[in-house]
């Protein structure tokens, strides 16, 4: 199923929940319970589509870019490849003609003699029973291994890609990033010759990055490193992958203390409660009012650009989607051409499992902004450390991951959170 298709599908979707809003709207009612049961289970399914299209968008992508390379891929075959004995090992086609064999006697009885040169492999007649092991299960393999390794869905990171740049700092503990505060006070008219008024109200500030250590271990058997050629590979991905949890953990909620400053924590090195957007939401939810307030919060000149958007928990998306403004349409928009995200007051709405979604008096519940505000500085990209010796004693090999990172938003002013009343 192609990309186009999969937005299709999610259109057609979005399309039938809306209509369930209407029903309820034109008769003058609430959802039912079991109307809210559905439509839940239709946007969990506009959720689920959404991740498969992002995914297959990028699948897409990568075939094109292979083919316009001309990259055409084989694995190598040894043309005489042995047993552990020395002999020659039987090709894949002898192989298959085994297996064509013994499927054959199976199914009809018949014996079909097949011997592999030099190990004089013979079929004899006896009661055969799969189920059995003494009568026939030893021999076959008890579970034929699927050659893909299906993986717990992974909750999507994009606080690095979002931020305005990522400094690299080779040569020093701190990175120290300038920034205009207050800018000159307007021109002045006058005569001709009429003294020239001064500026001193222009001002900077430095707010310092101090990259810190993020690592993790990991140790796998000998045994299993020989035996499976999937697990190193299988391990080193799942370590890049929750360091990236833990990165955009810290741009999102990080405490700054020995870690990244996120967005949803409130502090004068960061963004302040000055930059705290109440009005408009309850004590339990957020109001359609409340989003245009976060909007007008922000200096119209940090509303430009492709790093603009919401962040929001899923849990807040559900409440957003059925927001209407004043003209009975919804606030939220589907992204339904390719590459295009999701909106709601025509920003991209970026979701993320670890903004905070607890809907209670007081606590913040989405973050609207410019995000090329907010930077990071890092040492180098994620190292992972092979250690052989170390845990040879116990028949392990180590893996090791290891990055030095820090990040925070530098100008406040680019920002608005959203706050329960």
Known sequence: MTSLELREQRAGTIKEARELLKKAEAENRELTSEDSEQYDRMMADVDKKKIQIDRMEKLETAERESEEQGERRSLPI??????????????????????????HFLRTGEVREVLRKGQGRLAEYRDSI???????????????????????VQDQTFML??????YVVTEAKNLGVRKLTTHMGDANWTTEVAAVTEDTTMAFDRRDLTPFLLSKLSKVSLRLLYASADAEPIVNEELSYKFAITIEKGGLTGTG??????????????????????TGNSTTAIGADNLIECVYAVNGGYLFGDKVGWV?????????RKMK??????????????????????YPV????????TFTTGLYVGVFGNFFYYRWARVRDLI????????????????????WIDGAPILENAFARSKLA
């Open 161 to 166: 890609q979002l931020a305005g740049r990522i």
């Open 257 to 278: 203390s020995s870690q990244p400053l996120g967005i949803f924590t409130a502090s004068a090195s960061g963004i302040s409660t000055a930059r705290d957007v109440s």
């Open 384 to 403: 992972i450390q092979r250690l052989v010796e170390l845990y040879a004693g116990t028949n392990e090999v180590g893996f090791i991951g290891r990055t």
């Open 350 to 357: 970026f979701q993320s499992e670890y903004a905070p979604n």
């Open 78 to 103: 040894d043309p005489e490849p042995r047993g552990g004995d020395g002999a020659s090992a039987p090709t894949p086609a002898r192989l298959r003609e085994e297996r064509q064999a013994y499927v």
């Open 312 to 320: 929001f928990h899923r849990d807040a998306v559900k409440q957003v």
């Open 130 to 152: 799969i189920g059995t092991d003494a009568k026939g299960g030893f021999l076959v393999a008890p579970t034929a291994v699927s050659d893909d390794i299906v993986k717990v």
């Open 325 to 346: 403004d004043t003209t009975n349409q919804y606030l939220w928009q589907p992204g339904l051409d390719k590459g295009r995200p999701d909106t709601v007051l025509r």
